[in-house]
């Protein structure tokens, strides 16, 4: 079965330190992978997203970027995190030609300080 | 511009009430509405609706679609305090698998 871990659960830090998000997905090959940010209490907003190894396409300008260095690896990155970028961060995966929606990851709460 | 927008913003109900929440798109190249629900982390998924009409149903949650209208409800009868959760609706386009959120309802069930 298809499982998707993404880690750490939570994590604070502070402003203009670097940051670094990962997700993974087991059991399937070749997904679509996105990465998502929610404010508080609110709906998702696309950040990235990867079809492939090396392919990132970005939604949003913003003050993060993605790599995905392995097929079922996708990183979120930052070199010098803001305090606008706190928020839950959600990774997800789908498969191209078989979409049923997403499957979500447990989610990263952020908070910059 | 694609968007999705959902109604209420939030809601506050009490035990055994019947809720409905909305969902209109406009969206390019429109191919399936879904609903997830979100409780604490990361949200899991309702429905999957394609065609127009037809009511899908899961216990006391049910939906459907209207794709001439371009909206969507969720119904939730007989509500329990576990129903408590952000309920959120996405669009799925034609050609690349890109999901197109609404901003949610929330939705607290009092006992």
């Known amino acids: 079965s298809q499982t998707i871990h993404q880690w750490p659960a939570t994590l604070v830090q502070p402003v203009g330190s670097p940051l670094s998000l990962e997700c993974t997905v087991e059991g399937t090959s070749n997904p679509n992978l996105y990465w998502y940010r929610q404010a508080a209490g609110r709906g998702l907003q696309l950040l990235f997203y990867?079809?492939?190894?090396?392919?990132i396409s970005s939604e949003v300008p913003q003050n993060l970027s993605a790599s995905r260095p392995q097929d079922r690896q996708f990183i979120l990155s930052s070199k010098k995190l803001l305090l606008s970028d706190s928020g839950f961060y959600l990774c997800a995966w789908s498969v191209l030609g078989r979409f049923w929606g997403y499957t979500f990851g447990s989610g990263t709460r952020l908070t910059v300080v | 511009e694609d968007k999705v927008v959902q109604s209420p913003l939030s809601l506050v109900v009490h035990e055994g009430d019947t809720v409905t929440l909305n969902c209109s798109y406009e969206v390019t190249n429109f191919r399936s509405l879904l609903w997830y629900k979100q409780e604490k982390k990361a949200p899991t998924f309702l429905f999957m609706l394609?065609?127009?009409?037809i009511e899908k149903k899961s216990g006391r949650l049910s939906s459907i679609l209207d794709k001439k209208e371009l909206f969507s409800i969720l119904n939730i009868t007989a509500t329990q305090t576990g129903d408590s959760a952000i309920y959120l609706c996405?669009?799925?386009?034609?050609?690349?698998?890109?999901?197109?959120f609404g901003a949610g309802t929330i939705l607290r069930v009092k006992s």
């Open positions: 996405a669009a799925d386009r034609e050609y690349g698998n890109k999901l197109v």
């Open positions: 394609t065609s127009s009409g």
């Open positions: 990867s079809v492939g190894i090396g392919q």
